[in-house]
T-cell receptor, first 117, second 110 residues
Framework: GAVVSQHPSRVICKSGTSVKIECRSLDFQATTMFWYRQFPKQSLMLMATSNEGSKATYEQGVEKDKFLINHASLTLSTLTVTSAHPEDSSFYIC?????????????FGPGTRLTVL | KQEVTQIPAALSVPEGENLVLNCSFTDSAIYNLQWFRQDPGKGLTSLLLIQSSQREQTSGRLNASLDKSSGRSTLYIAASQPGDSATYLCAVTGYSTLTFGKGTMLLVSP
């Protein structure tokens, strides 16, 4: 089946630093990838939609200058949390959209736990 | 805008019981509906995927149904086990986006 990986799985950083999270589709090409954030005991919330070769589309309330998204290839999207602060501590999950005939399915990465001290 | 609601928010049952988790959505124009399992601090595990043209899907002790016209889905878990304890999320795929419910936290006690 389709596999999506994320790296790193867990990161702890100091306030003010930037953190890059990678999302890769390992066995299929994904023209669209999505980034979600999940705070404790909350549902996943879509942050942005990343399309290969174009600018990401951000959801309302998500700062595009703080959460930089790059989708440079059909198998890789990166999310960079710039100047991270403790309130950015969260679980970040990516997904990759696979179109196969009539089906349209998202496959999820295992997530990245970000802790900002 | 699509809204997904899951009821109940939490459920505690003794081992062996059959149980039903409910999911409703406001916009019936969906491609598919998925049920996920999430263990504390972990990512998502896809359990069942129902395409919009399908009525139900089964995997082991799990059965999910979809009534697109009424905007409802149920996840049926037979003979529950302590290992089933987790949060169960329902999500619907609309036009290039996925909307999640807040989940049902299930606790199955031995």
């Amino acid at each position: 089946g389709a596999v999506v990986s994320q790296h790193p799985s867990r990161v702890i950083c100091k306030s003010g630093t930037s953190v890059k999270i990678e999302c890769r589709s390992l066995d299929f090409q994904a023209t669209t990838m999505f980034w979600y954030r999940q705070f404790p005991k909350q549902s996943l919330m879509l942050m942005a939609t990343s399309n290969e070769g174009s600018k990401a589309t951000y959801e309302q309330g998500v700062e595009k200058d703080k959460f930089l998204i790059n989708h440079a290839s059909l198998t890789l999207s990166t999310l960079t949390v710039t100047s991270a602060h403790p309130e950015d501590s969260s679980f970040y999950i990516c997904s990759a959209r696979r179109l196969a005939g009539p089906t349209d399915t998202q496959y999820f990465g295992p997530g990245t736990r970000l802790t900002v001290l | 805008k699509q809204e997904v609601t899951q009821i109940p928010a939490a459920l505690s049952v003794p081992e062996g019981e059959n149980l039903v988790l409910n999911c409703s959505f406001t916009d019936s124009a969906i491609y598919n509906l998925q049920w996920f399992r999430q263990d504390p601090g972990k990512g998502l595990t896809s359990l069942l995927l129902i395409q919009s043209s399908q009525r139900e899907q089964t995997s082991g002790r799990l059965n999910a149904s979809l009534d697109k016209s009424s905007g409802r889905s149920t996840l049926y878990i037979a003979a529950s086990q302590p290992g089933d304890s987790a949060t169960y999320l329902c999500a619907v795929t609309g036009y290039s986006t996925l909307t999640f419910g807040k989940g049902t936290m299930l606790l199955v006690s031995p």
